[in-house]
């Protein structure tokens, strides 16, 4: 057999088999078939056949064998034939049965084949035609979760959320690259925290802006760890609230060229070893700011927040079939130094109107990531798991 993509148009396939007594008693007790011109040999002889006549459906029985096991083989459906009957089959007859590929159409996976069945005499008992339809076959199980590998690379891992997100996961056995671009101390706390608690973790500089950054970042962690399976891009530039006519061009691309340009540039280097591993999850932190109320003075952190959730969803769709999952968590307003810059008064405003009454912590945004990590979340790909206490519901 060979696979749907190696068939040519020409190919041929055929079987041989001999036509028994038992055969046909096979045949009467599926098919319910007991016609004394097939079973009778008394009864025969008195019809201008003079002997037992074969069902015509065992012949294309064999027809059917053919196409099942040789032409295509695995993942055939045969729907629809056209067959002619041009002379009896006898018992006792050896019968030779082909199939030969007439056209094939890629996209739709379907095969024109013509089918041929001569006796021994070099007969042709029948002829005819048929489609086929070759099912895809299913997607190769991913390896038990204890085998699989177990390496994740996390932008902004210095920070408040990222540094949570690292713990986490080193907590549920990931080895750990804690990605940074300017707070070297507090990335090394995070990873030291992570080896004092029994946990496998490096801190690794990276500019995000820059892509050669990025892609020494992958190879750092496949030098490190032996490959990378999850991806989480938390990174993200200090939130200046600016009004618009103080915005300028520049505060919005140092936005993009972080949470956008950054994952792009994450993703093109990580996405070839995923592929290849026919594993990998990545989750993209954006913010509740893209689907609650608009924040006065976020524009550029919103231009950058929605663009990555657009990314993830496009990278959803095209990276699917490869066993990839991408996916999103948009945290309210969570109790970190990115939010230095907002009043205190307008802090406990939020936390009143939220339904659980306080912001959000680290811990609660990586709980939400290791949950889209983890094989309970196998099958979610797409999504965005709000993490803000129910201020924002769908």
Request: glycine share 10%.
């Amino acid at each position: 057999m060979k696979p749907f993509e190696e068939i040519q148009v020409g190919d041929r396939e055929e079987i041989v088999r001999e036509i028994t007594e038992a055969d046909v008693k096979r045949f009467v007790e599926l098919s319910g078939d007991d016609n004394p011109l097939h079973v009778d040999r008394e009864y025969a002889q008195s019809t201008p056949f003079k002997d037992i006549v074969v069902h015509g459906m065992i012949g294309a029985s064999l027809v059917s064998t053919v196409i099942g096991t040789r032409l295509p083989g695995e993942g055939a459906l045969w729907i629809s034939q056209n067959f002619n009957f041009a002379l009896p089959v006898r018992l006792g007859d050896v019968l030779t049965v082909s199939c030969t590929v007439r056209k094939k159409n890629d996209r739709e996976r379907l095969l024109d084949l013509d089918a041929l069945v001569v006796n021994q005499d070099s007969a042709t008992v029948l002829s005819g035609s048929g489609q086929v339809k070759v099912l895809e076959p299913s997607p190769r199980p991913e390896p038990a979760p204890g085998d699989q590998l177990k390496v994740a690379i996390v932008t902004g891992g210095s920070g408040g959320i990222g540094g949570a997100i690292c713990e986490r996961l080193a907590a549920d056995g990931f080895a750990v690259v804690v990605g940074y671009r300017s707070e070297q101390d507090a990335a090394r706390q995070v990873a030291d925290r992570i080896a004092e608690a029994g946990g496998r973790a490096v801190a690794v500089r990276a500019d995000l802006s820059d892509a050669k950054d990025a892609d020494a970042l992958v190879q750092r962690a496949v030098g490190t760890f032996g490959g990378v399976s999850l991806l989480v891009n938390a990174a993200s530039p200090r939130i200046a609230s600016t009004p618009f006519e103080a915005l300028a061009w520049e505060d919005v691309t140092r936005q993009v060229d972080v949470a956008v340009g950054g994952a792009f540039a994450l993703a093109k280097a990580v996405v070839p070893l995923m592929r290849e591993q026919g594993h990998g999850r990545i989750v993209n932190i954006v913010s509740q700011t893209i689907e609650g109320a608009p924040t006065p003075g976020w524009t550029a952190y919103a231009i950058a927040k929605s663009a990555l959730a657009v990314l993830s969803r496009q990278l959803a769709v095209e990276l699917g079939p490869a066993g990839i999952t991408v996916n999103c968590v948009a945290p309210g307003m969570t109790d970190t130094r990115l939010i230095g810059d907002i009043p205190e008064k307008q802090r406990l405003i939020v936390a009143r109107q939220t339904p659980l009454r306080r912001l959000a912590t680290p811990e609660d945004v990586a709980g939400a990531v290791a949950f889209l990590a983890s094989e309970s979340a196998a099958f979610v790909t797409g999504e965005t798991l709000r993490v803000n206490g129910g201020q924002v519901m769908a």
